[in-house]
């Protein structure tokens, strides 16, 4: 496509429940990152897929965030029994080969946990 | 480990005046710096990047930085502010060997008339 882009836009969940937040990034681009950007901060490193493969997730949180790239395109963020805490905008990333490529943004997913 | 700091929550300058926007980074290696802006419940925009090369580099709507290696600094400047400027800027650092853009906290800037 000729953007990143994320579903849903705006999610709304209570404590406790599952999540997924779904990217569909540039269409050639083998680089996939996931941020979290919480109220007043800069966008906070999750993962960052090369293909299919997780090529680095030290930035999940905990075990109750994982994510997947089946295919080497649309990757998809998996949150389990989220908590208030959890409450940010999660923006996905694209690129080609990491480095100095230029990341293309989506517009995030909005995630609010009561 | 790799770090940006934008010392500035918010920088205000008037329409027409030139605007700096502060970025220092802290790297093991040669830096990758970049910076992006944020528009209201827009996505990052990529504005312009300095990989090597000249110090001063030129990018979208009119804008440049100049990368200083002595001071560590990655300065955002406009020599002439726009009201349409008015976003929220980030810096932002990666290495050749890393795999993960790390980014600042951010600088609102407001340009007024």
């Known amino acids: 496509g000729a953007g990143v882009s994320q579903t849903p836009s705006n999610k709304v969940t209570e404590k406790g429940k599952y999540v997924e937040l779904r990217c569909d990034p540039i269409?050639?681009?083998?680089?996939l990152y996931w941020y979290r950007q919480s109220l007043g901060q800069g966008p906070e490193f999750l993962i960052y897929f090369q293909g299919t493969g997780a090529a680095d997730d030290s930035g999940l949180p905990n075990d109750r965030f994982f994510a997947v790239r089946p295919e080497g395109s649309v990757s998809t963020l998996k949150i389990q029994r989220t908590e208030r805490g959890d409450s940010a905008v999660y923006l996905c990333a694209s690129s080609l080969p990491s480095g100095a490529n230029v990341l293309t943004f989506g517009a995030g997913s909005r995630l609010t946990v009561l | 480990a790799q770090s940006v700091a934008q010392p500035e929550d918010q920088v205000n300058v008037a329409e027409g005046n030139p605007l700096t926007v502060k970025c220092t980074y802290s790297?093991?290696?040669?830096?990758?710096l970049f910076w992006y802006v944020q528009y209201p419940n827009r996505g990052l925009q990529f504005l312009l990047k300095y990989i090597t090369g000249d110090n001063l580099v030129k990018g979208s709507y009119g804008f440049e930085a100049e990368f200083n290696k002595s001071q560590t600094s990655f300065h955002l400047k406009k020599p002439s502010a726009l009201v349409s400027d008015s976003a929220l800027y980030f810096c932002?650092?990666?290495?050749?060997?890393?795999?993960?853009?790390?980014f600042g906290t951010g600088t609102r800037l407001q340009v007024t008339l």
């Open positions: 790297v093991s290696g040669n830096p990758y």
């Open positions: 269409s050639g681009h083998t680089a």
């Open positions: 932002a650092v990666i290495t050749g060997t890393a795999s993960k853009l790390t």
